[in-house]
């Protein structure tokens, strides 16, 4: 049906900058909202950052100066550029998006296989 492949993660030193990517394939009649999330060990899944069709954006707060969220709509990709990195953003990086697949009236959430982020000295 869908694939999402993620690619980007890594390890990188407090105040470094990373950059994630996320592009769909397959059978894909629209892409709607993208979006990223993230979940640390023992914590809840949280969002991080979305950006609709039209590319307007929202941030989680803890994010808001240092990520920016970005989308090319002729590549089905969605980025995630990270400055300014902190310990506490480590965790594995998820992006989801919404999809409108064929036979499908409305769209259908997708979720990729997770990137992780590790920010350490």
């Known amino acids: 049906q869908v694939q999402l492949v993620e690619s980007g993660g890594g390890l990188v030193q407090p105040g470094g900058s990373l950059r994630l990517s996320c592009a769909a394939s397959?059978?894909?009649?629209?892409?709607?909202?993208m979006a990223w999330y993230r979940q640390a060990p023992g914590k809840q899944r949280e969002l991080v950052a979305a950006?609709?069709?039209?590319?307007?954006?929202n941030y989680a707060d803890s994010v808001k100066g240092r990520f920016t969220i970005s989308r090319d709509n002729a590549k089905n990709t969605v980025y995630l550029q990270m400055n300014s990195l902190k310990a506490e953003d480590t965790a594995v990086y998820y992006c989801?998006?919404?999809?409108?697949?064929?036979?499908?009236?409305?769209?259908?959430?997708?979720w990729g296989q997770g990137t992780q982020v590790t920010v350490s000295s």
């Open positions: 989801n998006v919404d999809v409108l697949i064929p036979l499908e009236y409305s769209y259908t959430k997708f």
């Open positions: 397959g059978s894909i009649l629209s892409i709607g909202p």
């Open positions: 950006v609709s069709l039209g590319g307007s954006t």
